[in-house]
């Protein structure tokens, strides 16, 4: 039990720190950035079929589009947001994977707000 009041208390400072203010503000910095990767991908794989997944995998230039196209049909979401964010970390390089998902994702809420 102690240790879970541990974890809890670690949980709980990190969120009243600046850490975390800090990593959301640069995540919604990032939207801007991120909006157009994410509609152009949206208007590419409106199916999200093989072939148009692979076509936006090409249009990228990201490689590997055959070991994602292996994904179960109900991960292909995960797919296309790891697609967005590599797409993104090569406009801004050196920004941790967890802040580039984060404000790709704030795009996909935003474009279908």
Excluded at 10 to 32: D, H, M, Q, R, Y
Excluded at 55 to 68: D, L, R, T
Excluded at 97 to 109: C, S
Aim: without cysteine.
């Amino acid at each position: 039990m102690k240790f879970l009041k541990n974890v809890i208390q670690k949980i709980v400072s990190f969120f009243a720190s600046g850490k975390a203010e800090a990593a959301l503000n640069l995540a919604a910095g990032l939207v801007p950035k991120a909006l157009p990767i994410v509609q152009e991908i949206a208007a590419l794989v409106p199916n999200r079929t093989d072939q148009e997944i692979a076509a936006a995998f090409e249009k990228f230039a990201v490689p590997a589009a055959a070991q994602y196209l292996a994904a179960p049909q109900s991960h292909r979401g995960y797919v296309l947001l790891d697609l967005a964010t590599r797409v993104l970390a090569a406009q801004v390089p050196g920004v941790a994977t967890n802040i580039l998902n984060a404000a790709v994702q704030l795009a996909v809420t935003g474009m279908k707000a």
